[in-house]
Nanobody, 125 residues
């Protein structure tokens, strides 16, 4: 059984940076395409970034392009999201997700089968 755990969330000022991490156990990370999603208060869950098994294919939501960078370390079973120039609208619970099927750059919640519990990111002065 795949277990996904997100860490690294917290409170950061506007314009600041934060890196959140996702550990995967119960299987090799290379078996999965991975994604970061977020859910702001009162809103639905949206795709932030998705990355294929080999990191060859990566997609970002338009709202985070140029500010966020996804990366993975298959040897360490870790996924990362580096977030720069954070803004209050980035405040959300951030979720890590894994899927063993085909990679889809559209990065939709319905494309992923395994989910973590999320980590809170709050951007506020």
């Amino acid at each position: 059984q795949v277990l996904i755990t997100e860490t690294g969330g917290g409170l950061v000022q506007p314009g600041g940076s934060l890196r959140i991490s996702c550990s995967v156990s119960g299987g090799s990370l290379y078996s999965y395409n991975m994604g970061w999603f977020r859910q702001a208060p009162g809103k639905g869950r949206e795709g932030v970034s998705c990355i294929s098994r080999s990191s060859r294919s990566i997609s970002y939501a338009d709202s985070v392009k140029g500010r966020f960078t996804v990366s993975r370390d298959n040897a360490q079973n870790m996924l990362y999201l580096q977030m720069n120039n954070l803004q209050p609208e980035d405040t959300a619970i951030y979720y890590c997700a894994a899927d063993s099927g085909d990679f889809w750059s559209r990065c939709l919640e319905s494309d992923f089968e395994h989910w973590g519990q999320g980590t809170q990111v709050t951007v506020s002065s």
